[in-house]
């Protein structure tokens, strides 16, 4: 169940969100809801590199036959002795060695030596992906792949090009500022996926001079206009392959904006499934895995 806070703030959400029920509605009629519903778990995963290749031992090198060469040439009429052992201790025996002109020890080869081969090193270990999933916030700048499992849309997400600038006070005379980003969405499946970014994308958390504020500050005209921003209100029908980039602005309370959260099935009214952004930069990792249909393999998601 979730908690009060997090009712109260996705009711929040659903106020905001009022414009694409009415979009819903048209899609429903027309069939074509299912393309707006993703029920997977959105997922990152950081691109690893190759493993590098396991030392092997150097192999065993084996010397030639070692060639021993003749002892103790015998003449004529020479005494040659030998030391021998008797039984109970070592004697000495001579003997008259008559035909002499031969080696008393002849020549003969040995085996090689053979080397011994250096230690095999331990193989350096198969790289463990690094995979961000919720409830952790994802970074912004970040490809975020969800869908393509139990939903059969399958779409990747990215938020960046964060700014936050001074704005006009509120009708009360408040201060608050002006925070823009950019929303980029592919459609890396083949079904459609219709979505509308000005009412499914929110700022939900707000560091206000160290007070952390949870709210709902959706995208709006006013902003965009206060930027010189061309306010984007459409709803989108991204084909596969398709990509958009939508850039919106929201007024916020004075301070800096430190969480962002896309509603991933706005037809959920409790516990939706939702990617949320933190304003930060991911210093663990960098760089896009492939997308799926070019190769890229995610782990499987647990259904929302």
């Known amino acids: 169940m979730p908690s009060t806070r997090r009712t109260m703030l996705l009711r929040s959400i659903y106020v905001l969100a009022s414009p694409v029920f009415m979009f819903l509605a048209v899609l429903a009629c027309s069939g074509q809801l299912a393309n707006m519903q993703i029920n997977d778990e959105p997922v990152y995963v950081c691109p690893t590199s190759t493993p590098r290749p396991t ?15 003749p002892s103790g040439w015998v ?23 008559e035909d002499g002109g031969h080696w008393m020890n002849p020549g003969y080869t040995v085996p090689g030596a053979t080397s011994t081969p250096r230690p095999t090193h331990t193989p350096y ?27 059969a849309v399958n779409a990747r997400f990215r ?26 969405v592919k459609n890396v499946g083949d079904t459609p996926y219709e979505f509308f970014p000005a ?14 504020e949870d709210g709902v500050w959706g995208a709006s005209e006013a902003a ?7 306010f984007d209100y459409a709803a989108y029908s991204l084909g596969a392959g398709e990509t958009v980039i939508v ?44 997308d799926p249909g070019a190769g890229g393999v995610l782990p499987t998601p647990e259904n929302h």
């Open 55 to 69: 030392h092997t031992p150097v192999p065993t090198d084996t010397q030639p036959d070692v060639y021993i060469p």
């Open 75 to 97: 003449t004529d009429y020479e005494e040659v002795c030998t030391t021998v052992w008797n039984g109970y201790a070592y004697v000495e025996q001579c003997e008259w060695v």
């Open 125 to 151: 270990p198969t790289p463990t992906p690094y995979v961000i999933r919720p409830p952790e916030d994802f970074y912004a700048g970040d490809a975020v792949f969800t869908g393509g499992w139990s939903s």
């Open 159 to 184: 938020l960046d090009n964060i700014t936050v600038v001074a704005a006009t006070p509120d009708e009360d005379g408040s201060p608050r500022r002006i925070v823009t980003w950019t929303l980029e």
């Open 199 to 212: 009412a499914q994308v929110f700022v939900t958390r707000v560091n206000a001079g160290g007070v952390i």
């Open 224 to 230: 965009a206009d206060e930027m010189g921003l061309l």
């Open 247 to 290: 850039e919106l602005a929201a007024y916020i309370p004075a301070g800096t904006p430190e969480q962002f959260t896309y509603l991933l099935d706005p037809t959920q009214t409790s516990d939706p499934n939702t990617i949320t952004w933190t304003d930060e930069t991911n210093t663990d990792c960098m760089g896009d895995v492939l």
